[in-house]
């Protein structure tokens, strides 16, 4: 008689008899990562040739210098410190959010970890201004440029070259301010101003006496903008960084000369200059916002006539024209 087998049969005779399960599999010991600090400091690689030469004295604070699986935060010096790199030869990056507007960081290939005594990792960045000169910033616009109502005529300037001094070691602010000029004025005058001035930026602050033309007085139809626009082209034509400001407001206090309609006018006209300034690819420095946030019901505390900051007034400019400079691109604005 035949005997079939059943499927429960089949497969024990398929895997045998043994019930014991095989053991665990070892798990190798990691070898040991060894780690080993690495101090540098973060230059301005004026020449882009990837060596700190003599002259090229500006240190980068607040980037981030990335090797491997660690990174390190430079200081007001520049320096920074990664303090428990894995040993190797890697390549050292900076984080592009970390850099100021238009900076580019460098790289440093095949970095020695453990450093031989004394090792300084010098890491690059650069700034695309072509034959511009390093540090010099042009402030370009009407009277409030030229510093009009302020102790000694300096304006926002001798703030701001201050602050940059005290930032970077290094900053000239130039005068290129024509009083009583309109946005039009500007437009034609500029290149002429690049060419002699030659500077890495250019701030451009215009339209405050566009309020005066009455073809300008509809916003929609106003060309303020637009030469604003024409001004960000022609700086960037000539790789200098441009920076456009919003229009700071009038005094509220001076209602005979039509403040509040002139106001009105200033916040129309500042709406269109953020999204033109990103379009263009120009950094943007909100001085109307800044205004506002230092004085706001008070802003004739900020003046000394009906269109021109004091003192204070001016500070402001300077505190916001450095913000929108230095801050990482990388920052919440």
């Given at each position: 008689?035949?005997r079939?087998l059943?499927?429960?049969?089949?497969?024990?005779?398929?895997?045998g008899?043994?019930?014991?399960?095989p053991?665990?599999?070892?798990?190798?010991?990691?070898?040991?990562?060894?780690?080993?600090?690495?101090?540098?400091?973060?230059?301005?690689?004026?020449n882009a040739?990837g060596?700190?030469?003599?002259?090229?004295?500006?240190?980068?604070p607040?980037?981030?210098?990335?090797?491997?699986?660690?990174?390190?935060?430079s200081?007001?010096?520049?320096?920074?410190?990664?303090?428990?790199?894995?040993?190797?030869?890697?390549t050292a990056?900076?984080?592009?959010?970390?850099?100021?507007?238009?900076?580019?960081?460098?790289s440093v290939?095949g970095?020695?970890v453990?450093?031989p005594?004394g090792f300084?990792?010098a890491?690059?960045?650069?700034l695309?201004?072509?034959a511009?000169?390093?540090?010099?910033?042009?402030a370009?616009?009407?009277?409030?440029t030229?510093?009009?109502?302020?102790?000694g005529?300096?304006?926002?300037?001798?703030?701001?070259a201050?602050l940059?001094?005290?930032?970077?070691?290094?900053?000239?602010?130039?005068?290129?301010?024509?009083t009583?000029?309109?946005?039009?004025?500007?437009?034609?005058?500029?290149?002429?101003?690049?060419?002699?001035?030659?500077?890495a930026?250019?701030?451009?602050?215009?339209?405050t006496?566009?309020w005066?033309s009455?073809s300008?007085r509809?916003v929609?139809s106003?060309?303020?903008?637009?030469?604003?626009?024409?001004?960000?082209g022609?700086?960037?034509?000539v790789?200098?960084?441009?920076?456009?400001?919003?229009?700071?407001?009038?005094?509220?206090?001076?209602?005979?000369?039509?403040?509040?309609?002139?106001?009105?006018?200033?916040?129309?006209i500042?709406e269109?200059i953020?999204?033109?300034?990103?379009e263009?690819?120009?950094i943007?420095?909100?001085?109307?916002?800044?205004?506002?946030?230092?004085?706001?019901?008070?802003?004739?505390s900020?003046?000394?006539?009906?269109?021109?900051?004091?003192?204070?007034?001016y500070?402001?400019?300077?505190?916001?024209?450095?913000?929108?400079?230095?801050?990482?691109?990388?920052t919440?604005?």
């Amino acid at each position: 008689m035949r005997r079939w087998l059943t499927p429960t049969a089949l497969f024990v005779i398929a895997c045998g008899h043994s019930t014991t399960a095989p053991g665990p599999v070892p798990t190798p010991t990691p070898r040991p990562v060894n780690r080993y600090p690495i101090a540098g400091v973060v230059y301005y690689d004026e020449n882009a040739n990837g060596v700190p030469d003599d002259g090229e004295r500006v240190r980068m604070p607040g980037v981030k210098v990335v090797m491997g699986d660690r990174m390190g935060l430079s200081g007001g010096d520049g320096g920074f410190v990664l303090t428990d790199a894995a040993q190797g030869t890697p390549t050292a990056t900076a984080q592009a959010d970390s850099l100021p507007p238009f900076f580019a960081g460098g790289s440093v290939v095949g970095v020695p970890v453990p450093p031989p005594a004394g090792f300084l990792l010098a890491f690059p960045v650069t700034l695309p201004i072509g034959a511009n000169r390093p540090y010099v910033y042009m402030a370009f616009g009407d009277s409030i440029t030229v510093g009009d109502g302020s102790r000694g005529g300096r304006g926002y300037r001798s703030e701001l070259a201050a602050l940059l001094r005290g930032y970077w070691d290094a900053g000239e602010v130039a005068n290129e301010g024509v009083t009583g000029t309109q946005t039009s004025l500007g437009a034609e005058r500029i290149g002429a101003s690049l060419a002699q001035v030659r500077p890495a930026y250019t701030l451009i602050h215009y339209g405050t006496n566009d309020w005066n033309s009455s073809s300008c007085r509809y916003v929609p139809s106003c060309s303020s903008v637009s030469n604003l626009q024409s001004m960000i082209g022609l700086a960037r034509s000539v790789s200098s960084v441009p920076v456009v400001g919003t229009i700071i407001p009038a005094n509220p206090a001076y209602v005979d000369r039509g403040a509040y309609e002139r106001n009105a006018w200033i916040v129309g006209i500042n709406e269109r200059i953020p999204p033109m300034a990103r379009e263009q690819g120009a950094i943007l420095a909100d001085l109307h916002a800044a205004f506002m946030a230092e004085a706001g019901d008070h802003l004739e505390s900020l003046f000394s006539d009906y269109v021109h900051p004091n003192d204070h007034g001016y500070q402001v400019m300077a505190q916001e024209f450095f913000r929108a400079i230095t801050t990482p691109r990388g920052t919440a604005r």
